[in-house]
């Protein structure tokens, strides 16, 4: 039987931590993915975790920790967020291009400039070409499913894995959640049993090589290549993970797309706001949907074209800035899956809660509007747009 | 038993040739000495922070250790082995590994004065059981002999050229040796390459079999960066030594002790011309360099000297 609770996505994680008992977690603190070690770690100050917690000196280090352990032979994890995740930087790469399956809890805040402890996505965004995977989550229970879930993708993709909410708004918001037991926790992520390590008795591992340009190129390829290979292996846990708990999990979400006319592609907790938005539109008799991106990386291109080609016109929301002049990553990557296709929807852009910036029901109605104006005077306008800024000289 | 350098060379080698550093240069042979005092039933994971060491030593596909190694970035050498050595923590309690490892990490002094001092404070305050060797040679070597902040007063480096208006580098070397004391780990020595190596290899025995973390500084020329006859290497390290340039001590559990006085201490310009990168010191109207050159030295050695038993 499941275990009904009320917890904060940043106790779900640690609980879900508990009950994997991963061998080795090295951490740091930086709001607002603080609590996840603190929790973590009176887990096992009260002997209800085996894992050794190392608490380094910085995320540079929590991540090297991170690598050391995994190219050992442990399971490792950490979290973080922001700035945090930003000095993780280097080591992303290397920890992705040696193939260590590292599971990171990312709670996702703005980057710093001006300083800023609220939600947006520009951190896992920027770490977006890393060669990490990227899963996001729109409630706690996702939150908690999708680490569950992280493990045994990381460890069969041979990848490290970025776990994404977002900050204080499921990371410290309390919801109802069930719970997995223990035992059936411990038996889906079952043990860690890489084919070769630093410690194997049999034989000794080189681990980070200088890879020099005839071998480079190759190293990139296979990583390229897992990463593509990671697709299967999302949707064969998603539902190993369904046959245990019911609860189904894919790419994406769809929301009422069967015969919607428009719809908007967003990820993490504003879908909610989002779901809201198109329930009252259909009151109202409209016909419009919602797609929530759960898997950034590696990008579901081709099934998510397939579901935004259902409709006439796509509002694409980034919570992050790409400073490119012409829209946000997953705008980007979104509009650019959708070009093969022979009828393509409209794709529009949004920008959208930087920096905390709330985005409530009514906007999205305004967006919902604007999709169904594109479509009655059959032009998208510009393309690239803001919404939620005060600044009137951007409205 | 008693040390003989001719029993340790018959043990098996742990970082083996084909490696592609230049001849001359001191990092070759500060790995091979140091992996010498692991006993032969020992095994041991090997950290490098990037480096020459690094690049000359594991260029893909072949590595130069018989030893599992790993390799992350430049800063975080400490930090990486600190996570080995967890991880090893944690799969031996758990059962899942039965062989004895030690962890030993090497870095240059760019990795280890510089930019890796962040992460070594981090993993020696922490108390991982592990052993960082630093291969002092002054400069960052890799990158084409830039100065670091273990680069000494005086000497031409390619970001502290000697010029017109510049005598060379203008700070003194810093003092990490002492600094990584200031962590009361249970052991921290400095060492060269002395006669039989003797010194070097009771110290690195030491670190490696002492409980907790433990600092080795070792001073390992670089033929290129300090332009000296590659022949000459063994000759520059026993000038540092003789000079006062490089004090050999170590401070264990607290305790300092010089563990080799030169005979007679020799003037500093014995050390300084023997390489190019100190030449100019020995122009007409720079006497004065070579006169604060040798205060600094007299200096340091007398408060190292004041601190031993």
Redesign the interface.
């Known amino acids: 039987m499941a275990i009904r609770d009320r917890l904060s996505g940043n106790e779900a994680v640690a609980i879900a931590m508990r009950q994997i008992e991963p061998?080795?977690m090295?951490a740091f603190p930086i709001t607002p993915s603080t609590e996840i070690p603190e929790y973590f770690s009176s887990f096992i100050a009260d002997g209800l975790a085996?894992?050794?917690f190392?608490?380094?000196?910085?995320e540079?280090?929590a991540m090297?920790?991170?690598?050391?352990?995994?190219?050992?032979?442990?399971r490792?994890v950490t979290a973080t967020s922001s700035a945090g995740l930003a000095y993780m930087w280097?080591?992303l790469y290397?920890?992705a291009s040696?193939r260590l399956p590292v599971t990171m809890a990312v709670v996702n805040r703005a980057l710093t400039g001006p300083i800023n402890i609220n939600n947006d996505h520009s951190d896992s965004m920027g770490a977006r070409d890393s060669g990490w995977l990227q899963i996001y989550a729109e409630t706690n229970q996702e939150v908690y499913d999708n680490f569950i879930q992280a493990i045994p993708i990381a460890e069969a993709a041979r990848l490290p894995i970025m776990v994404c909410q977002d900050g204080f708004i499921t990371s410290h918001g309390v919801s109802n959640i069930d719970l997995i037991e223990d035992e059936k926790v411990k038996g889906f992520v079952g043990e860690y049993r890489p084919e070769n390590y630093?410690?194997?008795?049999e034989n000794?591992?080189?681990?980070?090589?200088?890879?020099?340009s005839p071998?480079y190129m190759e190293f990139k390829r296979q990583q390229a290549q897992s990463m593509k290979d990671a697709m299967p292996i999302i949707m064969d846990v998603a539902e190993r993970f369904e046959r245990m708990t019911g609860r189904k999990y894919g790419f994406f979400e769809e929301y009422m797309m069967d015969d919607a006319e428009v719809a908007l592609v967003c990820i993490g907790s504003s879908a909610g706001t989002g779901k809201e938005a198109v329930d009252r539109l259909r009151a109202e008799g409209k016909k419009v949907g919602l797609i929530k991106l759960r898997v950034f990386r590696p990008f579901p291109r081709i099934p998510l074209a397939e579901a935004m080609c259902k409709v006439k016109a796509v509002a694409i929301m980034d919570k992050a800035e790409s400073f490119s002049n012409s829209g946000g990553p997953l705008f980007n990557e979104a509009r650019s899956s959708l070009y093969d296709l022979k009828d393509k929807p409209y794709a529009i852009n949004y920008i959208y809660g930087l920096g905390g910036r709330d985005i409530r029901v009514e906007d999205f109605y305004d967006i919902y509007q604007d999709l169904f104006v594109i479509i009655e005077h059959d032009d998208p306008g510009d393309v690239y747009r803001y919404i939620g800024v005060r600044d009137s000289r951007f409205r | 038993m008693a040390y003989s350098l001719k029993k340790e060379l018959e043990k098996k080698e742990r970082f083996v040739g084909g490696h592609k550093l230049c001849a001359g240069c001191g990092a070759g042979v500060t790995v091979r000495a140091v992996l010498r005092a692991l006993k032969p039933e020992d095994k041991a994971v090997i950290t490098n922070a990037t480096s020459c060491l690094e690049v000359s030593s594991y260029m893909y596909p072949h590595t130069a250790y018989t030893e599992s190694f790993i390799h992350s970035a430049f800063a975080n050498a400490a930090a990486t082995c600190s996570g080995v050595e967890t991880a090893y923590r944690a799969l031996k309690k758990k059962g899942k590994v039965q062989d004895t490892f030690k962890f030993i990490t090497f870095g240059g002094d760019g990795g280890t004065y510089d930019i890796g001092i962040q992460s070594l404070s981090g993993a020696m305050e922490r108390g991982h059981d592990m052993v960082y060797v630093c291969y002092d040679n002054e400069a960052y070597m890799n990158t084409g002999i830039q100065r670091s902040s273990s680069t000494p007063r005086f000497a031409d480096a390619t970001t502290s050229p000697v010029g017109k208006e510049s005598p060379g580098k203008i700070q003194n070397k810093k003092n990490l040796t002492k600094i990584i004391a200031a962590h009361n780990i249970p052991y921290a020595a400095q060492t060269t390459f002395l006669g039989d190596f003797r010194d070097l290899h009771q110290k690195a025995e030491k670190a490696i079999y002492t409980e907790g973390p433990c600092f080795l500084n070792i001073l390992s020329p670089c033929p290129r960066g300090w332009r000296y006859e590659t022949s000459d290497l063994a000759e520059i390290c026993r000038l540092a030594v003789d000079t006062c340039v490089w004090p050999m001590y170590e401070i264990e559990n607290g305790v300092w002790r010089m563990t080799y006085t030169p005979k007679k201490k020799l003037p500093v310009e014995e050390f300084l011309k023997k390489q190019g990168r100190f030449a100019h010191m020995f122009n007409k109207g720079n006497e004065w360099m070579i006169e604060e050159a040798q205060q600094y030295v007299d200096e340091q050695y007398e408060k190292i000297l004041s601190r031993c038993e």
Do not use: Q, W
């Open positions: 061998d080795v090295g085996d894992t050794e190392i608490a380094v000196e910085s540079h280090s090297s920790t991170c690598m050391g352990a995994s190219a050992a032979g442990a490792a280097e080591l290397v920890v040696a630093l410690l194997k008795h000794p591992l080189a681990v980070g090589p200088y890879g020099t071998y």
